[in-house]
Structures are given as structure tokens and as C-alpha cells.
């Protein structure tokens, strides 16, 4: 395998994707397109804390490719409406983007509504994450685990 903290033996196809992540202090190099490691980042994310609804990445299709509702948790919207939202979700980060131009990158939204919040936002290989939350709940502390390595 490759040495940890050097990529000059990787191929270049590989460095596509491949991104070097911080883990206890050791360079790790990850393959962000592998399903295991997106299972791994909505496992993260779902154990920051038990307020954490839901954790979900979407494909570009609106889509559901991982993740999913807390085990205790019972879901707000009936099932049937699920790929509506999903869908009005990327159609939602997609003007957004357009807008990018004149107002600048797009970091992340957040919703807050009387029953719950959302945090989404654009990864590197254009999916899409999807984090549901307790509406009294800071998202603050999804942000920067999320940005370390995953956000475009």
C-alpha cells in the first residue's frame, strides 16, 4: 500500500479521489467514492449526538444512496413524500449554486421550522448531505467534521 502522508506514488487517476484526511493526528488517505466510507461519514455524523434525526446522502437524481432515520426515531413525513423532499432538496441547492457567481460559494443551509431542522449541503462529488435534527439543536458541530474532508 502507500506510504501514510505521501501521494508522489499514487497514480494520478487515483488522486481524483482520493483525499488526504486528519484522523488522531496521522495523514489518511480515503477514497471518498466508496460506500463504505459514506456509511462511515453518516455513522459519524448520526453518533455527534442523539438529537441527530437522520443522516442521508443523495445521489444527483435525488436519490437516497445512504444513511437514514435514527432507530428510536420515528419519521415526521410519511414515506411516500420522502422522494418529493429529496427532490426539492437538490432542485433547492441547485439555484442556489447558480447563484454562486455573484454571491459567492455556497457553505451550507440550514432550516429551522417549529418541529425539526435540516442542515444540507453540496459534497465534492456533487451528492448531497442530509442532516435532520431536533429544531432546538446548534448545527454548528456537523459543519466542521463534514468540511474537513467531504464539502466541494
Do not use: Q, W
Not at 506514488?9 to 467514492?33: E, S
Not at 420515528?74 to 441547492?93: G, M, T
Request: proline share 5%; aromatic share 10%.
Amino acid at each position: 500500500m502507500y506510504g501514510i502522508g505521501s501521494t508522489k506514488h499514487i497514480p494520478f487517476y487515483y488522486m481524483l479521489v482520493l483525499r488526504k484526511v486528519m484522523h488522531a493526528g496521522v495523514n489518511i488517505y480515503m477514497d471518498m467514492l466508496s460506500p463504505s466510507n459514506l456509511k462511515d461519514i453518516c455513522n459519524t455524523i448520526m453518533n455527534m449526538d442523539p438529537r441527530v434525526r437522520f443522516v442521508g446522502i443523495l445521489a444527483k437524481d435525488a436519490k437516497l444512496i445512504e444513511g437514514g432515520m435514527r432507530k428510536e426515531v420515528s419519521p415526521l413525513l410519511p414515506a411516500d413524500k420522502d422522494d418529493l423532499f429529496y427532490l426539492r432538496i437538490i432542485s433547492h441547492l441547485k439555484e442556489l449554486k447558480d447563484l454562486a457567481n455573484t454571491l459567492g460559494d455556497l457553505g451550507y443551509v440550514f432550516i429551522k421550522m417549529a418541529k425539526i431542522s435540516f442542515v444540507y449541503l453540496i459534497l465534492k462529488d456533487s451528492r448531497t448531505l442530509l442532516v435532520s435534527l431536533e429544531h432546538d439543536v446548534d448545527p454548528s458541530f456537523i459543519i466542521p467534521t463534514v468540511r474537513n474532508y467531504m464539502v466541494e
